[in-house]
């Protein structure tokens, strides 16, 4: 009874720790999960408070492995009923290389994928030297220099931040929904951060998914918006919240096993 008891003790462990990671990280594989923001977004570039970004889901993007230099970069995610925010923390990018620097978002909102872009894609191409292409999509490639819509915001900034206090390359970003016509509760969805030329020495690429290729939705990972909060329970706390559970089980039960005097 007393083995019974505690394996059940374990089995509560283990699904409090997934549970936790889960909230914590905000998404699995290849799929973000976006929290309902608590906190609101003023979009220039940069945190505006120290708080403003942590009721996100954090990324840590992937290095790309395709040049000497390693970049290292964090995109945090969340929605209100209106629109999708969303920040790159482009944190190894300290000198600005305005002719080649760049920071992506794509965009698949029908989630109909293709080995090509669709009609319904869209990517906002940030170019360090304060260029902004809204890109719709061709059937076999993408059109350009098409101009922001109505109600989208892209700032971008060269500023510090908690992952790094010298100054970097920082984009925020705020996309209405309403932009996208029949737009699916889960989309495709990928991000990249370049700097440098590509096959120059400073090149350097951050992206996620990390399989993803920029031309091919097919290979994006997914976007799923959530309709609550991320917990202000923290992860750090349920771990704690555990393991007094199970060091409180185990005393309880040698307590039960000790012979009577």
Known sequence: MRKAFISVVILILIAIMQLTLMTAQGYSGSQILLPLLTKPVTVDGKWTAADEWSDAVVITLINC???????????????DPSNFYFLIDFASSTVLDGQHDNMDVFLDP???GGTVPQSDDRVFVVGTSGGVMNVGAGVSQWSLNN?????????FSMAGSSNRAQPHEIVEFMVPF?????????????VAAGHGS?????FSLALWPANRQRDNPSTWGEVAMSSTPIPEFSSVWSVIAATLLVSVTLTWSRRRASPKG
Do not use: D
């Open 198 to 202: 590509v096959g120059s020495s400073e």
């Open 110 to 112: 029908l989630h109909n």
């Open 178 to 190: 309403s932009m996208f016509s029949g737009m699916q509760s889960t989309i495709g969805f990928s």
């Open 147 to 155: 101009p922001l819509p109505e109600g989208v915001k892209v700032v």
């Open 65 to 79: 492995n395709c040049s000497s230099v390693t970049a290292n970069g964090y995109l945090y995610a969340k929605h």
